[in-house]
């Protein structure tokens, strides 16, 4: 992986040098993304930061406390032990001027000094969609997620999210399920997992080249105010966010607050307005949120350079004919007509914002379909990934 600076000093030491200069600054208490831009500017060079005098670092911005702590050698020396421990956990660090870091996230107002990484860094610069909502979806909410992340991730868009429980979880592992690409922004360090149940997932989001991102340093716990200092990472580096469940009061409106203060497009996917967590996305659809239910929804409102570029990709794979070629292949992967009768039956009764019991589906279709006929659909939907069976013998149409 190329981590070059950008108008770095020759050589290798000097590049690392620059690179320890930006993560001493990070480590460095009383220092944040924008106080760290601002001294850097006024230093000239992040090499300096080693170099400069008392007076120098206190003339750059940095509180008095901060400037001894970088003066006295402290920070040059939690930047070099930081640095050993990220590479012998498996992971590595990006800074500001290292041109694998995320030319998106460069644009919003206070970009972390600092991402620590595991996984694919490549990926953090490919078009992406953020999903991000509520940690106790109903059926309907993390079907919708599951679905439209596949969708989505099948057509080469990157899903990022932040792993947290619910609409978090199935976006993710939408992606992973058609052999996607996804991205986890954490509020941890990259070394903490958390919630811990999703330790799998995590591995799997790593092993299938995704990746784990942080601005935080190793064994960062998870503390509540962090959570929203990273929803500006999903959306800054994303070029739009769909919200798919959140209530009033749930941390998915800081995301979409911050997605429309970066001007990106901010999706929404509708939903029972008795259910307390659509609240959120038909608020945002009302102050003009594009209503999204199908995956359609997102690719038409994507910037045209972005799909131009996705569709290339895909022609590249053999995902959809070229354009001379006729209709797009993949495009059509949804059509109902094409299932068995039997399975259309099934699907027909089923519905995405509430499950069915077996025995009520069963009843249903009494007269049109026979136990073991419903047994075989219900076995064929789930595999397509068109049916989610949920504990107890409950169903529900994930589309």
Not at 273 to 280: A, F, Y
Not at 370 to 377: K, Y
Request: charged share 25%.
């Amino acid at each position: 992986m190329d981590l070059t600076l950008h108008g770095a000093g020759p050589g290798v030491a000097g590049r690392e040098t620059a690179r320890l200069g930006w993560m001493a600054l990070t480590l460095t208490p009383g220092m944040g993304p924008t106080r760290i831009a601002k001294a850097m500017a006024k230093l000239g060079a992040a090499e300096r930061v080693f170099e400069a005098s008392l007076t120098e670092l206190e003339g750059a911005g940095l509180p008095a406390q901060a400037a001894q702590f970088v003066f006295e050698g402290l920070a040059h020396k939690a930047a070099e032990d930081e640095a050993k421990r990220v590479a012998e956990a498996g992971g590595f660090f990006l800074t500001r001027e290292d041109t694998a870091y995320p030319e998106r996230l460069l644009e919003i107002y206070d970009p972390p000094a600092v991402l620590w990484i595991r996984g694919d860094a490549t990926l953090l610069a490919r078009p992406g969609i953020a999903v991000v909502g509520t940690r106790q979806p109903s059926p309907y909410g993390s079907g919708m997620a599951e679905m439209l992340s596949r969708d989505l991730a099948n057509r080469r868009l990157t899903i990022i999210s932040g792993m947290a429980r619910g609409v978090d979880s199935a976006a993710h592992k939408g992606a992973l399920d058609v052999g996607g690409k996804t991205v986890a922004v954490w509020g941890t360090g990259i070394d903490v997992v958390y919630p811990k149940e999703n330790k799998k997932l995590a591995e799997r989001i790593v092993e299938s080249g995704g990746a784990i991102v942080s601005e935080f340093a190793l064994g960062t716990f998870p503390a509540p105010q962090n959570f929203p200092l990273r929803n500006r990472i999903l959306s800054g580096m994303s070029v739009g966010v769909l919200v798919v469940e959140a209530g009033e009061y749930s941390g998915t409106r800081i995301t979409a607050r911050c997605a429309m203060e970066q001007n990106r497009d901010v999706y929404a996917v509708p939903g029972n307005v008795t259910n307390k967590n659509s609240w959120g996305p038909n608020t945002l659809i009302k102050q003009g949120a594009k209503l999204t239910a199908t995956w359609e929804d997102v690719w038409e409102d994507l910037p045209t350079l972005v799909r131009l570029g996705l569709e290339e990709e895909m022609e590249a794979a053999g995902q959809i004919e070229s354009k001379a070629g006729g209709a797009a292949s993949l495009f059509d992967s949804d059509d109902d007509t094409r299932l068995p009768e039997h399975e259309r039956f099934v699907l027909d009764r089923l519905r995405r914002d509430e499950s069915m019991q077996l025995d009520e589906l069963i009843e249903g279709l009494e007269g049109q379909l026979g136990s073991a006929e419903i047994f075989t659909a219900l076995f064929e939907l789930e595999l397509r990934g068109r049916v989610k069976q949920l504990p107890g013998k409950n169903y529900v149409r994930c589309f």
